[in-house]
């Protein structure tokens, strides 16, 4: 048998004030009925003035119950629906108690604010899909002390196109907060520490972990031979990869194997991941928890360091924090992934909005023997399932997991002050960036993160539709250098466009946009087209640089990695 549903001291003290205000109404009501009726049947008991002013006065609060609405919509409220309000509180912060939680359904409420007064005729159930723009809260019930919190409290600002919210995962939802919360303080327990650090074998202590998978091979094997041949780094690398990927493309690991047998300049391994959840960006968390290196510089496979990256492990900034995080092209003020003051990220965080920069991963500089704690809490986020990041689209992969994490736990790091730069074609008057040029902390380009048009080693695709081939005789656009040196990769890098230290980071605005190139058809592009003649930015030609020639060498490598891979491949099929 069910039992009746307590009710909590809250919710008697507000069914009581309820009960009082509609007494009071209604003892109004009636006076004011009272006093019209008697001034009515004798109007010679009260003399002109006084007669019109009693008569005056009734008539406006009549007028005034029946046409304010908003006054009388609250009224309904409060008598039709305080069962609903009475008690619904915040769900408590930084628990560690994991609930009973049912879904009651979402509460619509007025005046772009979750604290407005509730609206009634938009409530929706837990399964319906909150449309944009919408405010309120997800209604939620604990089903062992009767408690209702208030979870996922949204304002009507713009979200994430294609974020679909549904009360259904609001107790989830909470839960996650309090499953992060055992995660953390298991991880700040004496003794804890992540697999591998408490090796004594001084090669192992500084290295550099990638992660590969087919499509990224030619890359891999260009940045490879970059830190090699052309930077001098002889840093040990790691090579992580899950073997059933690679095993579904024949002679896919070839170039990296042809690498890995020669060892006098720096040994390269390679690591199997084997976890069924490590897939697409988590395999970036798997690996740096995983490391046999107590210090990690994390790499993307297409992003290549302008210089030999060694001496980042001895920066002071590195030394006295021990991680090193880089910003991303998007703050608060300006950001396509939405990560703002109204974000349900930091509801989902457990913790208050940080005004920053957004984090960009392609390089992680992180002491994992030091930084055990944030590290396990990233892995957390990133394998929980379901994955409510992802889901309920509140930041894109992994990106800004690591930065979440640190703030969360209060771990020290030092994230890049000097905001990303842009590198790609000065066309005439077009710019398509394609490049995302990072800074050391004394303000030096040190990576070059080419993410828009990586290497492949093979010719790109130029048979493509017949509308852009018709489109490319008539408008501007946007052609990678063809060098005569028979490259397959385009040559892309022309200029680099820098953020001027002197504005204000409200003017760093980084605007998407599409071009047309003869190699890839539709080229995605950062910058914006005339970001070169953005007074807050200024443009240098690549030729000014000690790393001009970088982007021909990385081009020769990939062309070589594809083709040992097409070797191999015709010796197994003959």
């Not at 979870?151 to 499953?179: H, L, Q, V, W």
């Not at 024949?250 to 690498?259: I, N, Q, T």
């Amino acid at each position: 048998m069910m039992e009746p549903r307590r009710e909590s001291k809250v919710t008697r003290v507000l069914r009581w004030q309820h009960a009082l205000l509609g007494v009071l109404l209604l003892s109004s009501l009636l006076y004011a009925g009272l006093m019209l009726s008697w001034t009515l049947r004798d109007p010679d008991t009260m003399q002109g003035r006084a007669t019109a002013s009693i008569f005056q006065h009734n008539k406006q609060w009549i007028d005034i119950s029946r046409n304010d609405s908003d006054l009388q919509a609250s009224v309904d409220n409060l008598l039709q629906d305080s069962a609903e309000q009475n008690g619904v509180v915040d769900y408590p912060s930084n628990i560690s108690q994991v609930r009973r939680l049912k879904c009651i359904g979402w509460r619509a409420t007025s005046g772009c604010s979750p604290s407005g007064s509730r609206v009634l005729e938009s409530d929706q159930d837990c399964n319906s899909t909150i449309p944009q723009g919408t405010a309120g809260y997800c209604e939620v019930e604990d089903l062992d002390s009767h408690e209702r919190f208030m979870i996922m409290k949204r304002t009507c600002a713009e979200a994430y196109r294609g974020a679909s919210i549904r009360c259904n995962d609001a107790p989830g939802f909470a839960n996650f907060r309090a499953k992060a919360q055992i995660a953390a303080d298991k991880a700040l327990e004496p003794g804890y520490a992540l697999p591998n650090t408490n090796r004594t074998d001084p090669k192992l202590r500084q290295g550099i972990v990638m992660v590969v998978y087919p499509k990224l091979v030619a890359s891999t094997y260009a940045t490879v031979r970059a830190l090699r041949e052309v930077l001098g780094c002889s840093l040990p690398i790691e090579i992580w990869l899950r073997p059933d990927e690679m095993n579904k493309v024949p002679g896919a690991l070839e170039p990296l194997w042809d690498l890995a047998r020669n060892k006098s300049k720096g040994e390269i391994t390679f690591q199997a991941i084997r976890h069924q959840n490590a897939l697409r960006f988590n395999c970036k968390v798997y690996a740096i928890y995983h490391s046999k290196f107590e210090q990690v510089l994390f790499l993307d496979a297409d992003n290549v360091p302008a210089r030999d990256p060694s001496y980042l492990f001895t920066a002071p900034e590195f030394v006295k924090t021990g991680a090193v995080f880089w910003p991303d092209f998007w703050h608060p003020d300006q950001t396509i992934f939405f990560i703002n003051p109204t974000s349900l990220v930091w509801q989902l965080l457990d913790m208050p909005f940080v005004d920053m920069f957004e984090q960009e991963s392609g390089q992680l500089l992180i002491d994992r023997k030091r930084h055990a704690a944030p590290l396990a809490l990233v892995t957390f986020y990133a394998f929980h399932q379901p994955n409510y990041f992802n889901r309920l689209k509140l930041a894109w992969g992994d990106k800004d997991l690591f930065r979440f994490a640190w703030l969360k736990l209060g771990a020290s790091f030092h994230m890049i002050e000097t905001p990303p730069a842009v590198a790609g074609e000065l066309k005439g008057n077009l710019f398509c960036g394609m490049t995302m040029a990072q800074h050391d902390p004394s303000g030096d380009v040190i990576f070059l993160h080419r993410n828009q048009l990586k290497l492949t080693g093979e010719a790109k695709l130029q048979d493509f539709d017949i509308r852009l081939k018709k489109a490319l005789s008539t408008a501007n656009t946007i052609q990678a250098n063809f060098e005569d040196d028979e490259y397959p990769d385009p040559a892309i890098w022309t200029h680099l466009v820098s953020f001027r230290g002197t504005s204000p980071r409200s003017e760093y605005l980084i605007e998407k946009h599409a071009s047309i190139n003869k190699f890839t058809g539709i080229q995605r592009c950062f910058g914006g087209r005339e970001l070169h003649k953005n007074p807050h930015f200024y443009a240098q030609e690549f030729t000014d640089f000690s790393f001009t020639g970088l982007e021909s060498h990385l081009r020769r490598f990939a062309m070589k990695a594809a083709q040992l891979r097409q070797r191999k491949t015709s010796q197994t099929t003959t």
